[in-house]
């Protein structure tokens, strides 16, 4: 069973698809750490999750949850490109209250400013928990994913909305700890860095990243919610864990960091990132081996 962040017709649950075996049934939850919470119970082998949105940034519920409780593993991940179909009932009644979740909201501000300008704005846990809303009478309009129609038997108001075309949300598929997907040269590894607030702490965390060459794809704080202005820096680069140069990283950052949490090593999902270059590391590994044993100088 693979769980998701739903209900039905979410985003999360086209990525969920992409990653499902033909055999593995789909488990909706309606938060993200409920999702994540019926792995770590081991009733579902794994969980689908968004992760980073290209116009809003991380998705604050998911960096939270995987940074709180016991750890899971991202073994792959999945980039869907994000366009919207605002929902309605049938009929000829007026757009009152629109909903939708944040992240949707804050991608098509300027289209609701301009078509729906008094309309209220609802936030809901999710794009498909809006249009179960709307179809439900709460509300009078969704934002939703363009599959939701299907789910939900609602009116296209309109379609392929999008402040920012070319959108696209980052969606993780995490395990229980176990055995890494193998390196494949085109990787990405996330970590979330709990530091001491001291001088220097994050230019110190960043020094060994760019000392090896590892490029940085995402660096977010979050509240650590202990103290005010503690907080946990959550951390994405090119690379596996199993490269000598990313592990070398790793080390570097081990030693700055009060916690530092591995969240995986696993395949890009788009093209590009940095090329592993992991030569001289290895050579200059071979080289310490030596002198260790006598052999060189
Ligand atoms: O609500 C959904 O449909 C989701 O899958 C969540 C989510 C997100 O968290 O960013 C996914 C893609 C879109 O960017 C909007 C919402």
Same mark, same amino acid.
């Given at each position: 069973m693979l769980a998701y962040f739903? *209900? #039905? /017709? @979410?985003f999360t649950e086209q990525a969920a698809r992409g990653f499902a075996t033909p055999q593995q049934e789909l488990v909706p939850f309606d938060t993200v750490p409920a999702a994540l919470a019926a792995t770590r119970r081991g009733e579902t082998e794994a969980a689908c999750v968004p992760v980073e949105? #290209?116009?809003?940034?991380?998705v604050p519920a998911t960096m939270d949850a995987l940074t709180e409780g016991e750890p899971l593993v991202a073994v792959a991940e999945a980039v869907l490109p994000v366009r919207f179909s605002v929902l309605k009932r *049938?009929?000829?009644? *007026?757009?009152?209250t629109v909903a939708s979740h944040p992240h949707a909201l804050g991608q098509v501000r300027r289209w609701l400013a301009e078509h729906l300008p008094d309309a209220e704005v609802v936030a809901t846990t999710s794009t498909a928990a809006a249009a179960r809303a709307v179809l439900h009478g709460q509300f009078d309009a969704a934002v939703s994913a363009p599959v939701a129609v299907r789910h939900y038997p609602l009116e296209v108001l +309109? +379609?392929?909305?999008?402040?920012?075309? !070319?959108a696209k949300t980052r969606f993780l598929l995490l395990r229980e700890p176990g055995p890494l997907p193998e390196p494949t040269g085109r990787d990405r590894t996330s970590v979330v860095c709990t530091v001491a607030d001291r001088p220097g702490v994050l230019a110190d965390l960043l020094s060994e990243l760019a000392l090896r060459a590892v490029n940085l794809t995402r660096i977010e704080s979050r509240p @650590?919610? !202990?103290?005010? /202005?503690e907080y946990r820096f959550s951390i994405d680069m090119d690379g596996h864990v199993a490269e000598p140069r990313v592990g070398d990283a790793l080390a570097g950052l081990h030693r700055h960091c009060q916690h530092l949490r591995f969240l995986g090593s696993y395949p890009r999902a788009e093209p590009g990132g940095t090329p592993a270059g992991n030569d001289e590391f290895v050579s200059a590994a071979a080289w310490v081996a030596a002198v260790r044993e006598g052999r060189g100088a």
């Open positions: 739903g *209900p #039905s /017709g @979410t949105n #290209s116009v809003e940034g991380a *049938p009929g000829d009644e *007026p757009v009152r +309109a +379609a392929d909305v999008a402040d920012v075309r !070319d @650590t919610k !202990d103290r005010l /202005g």
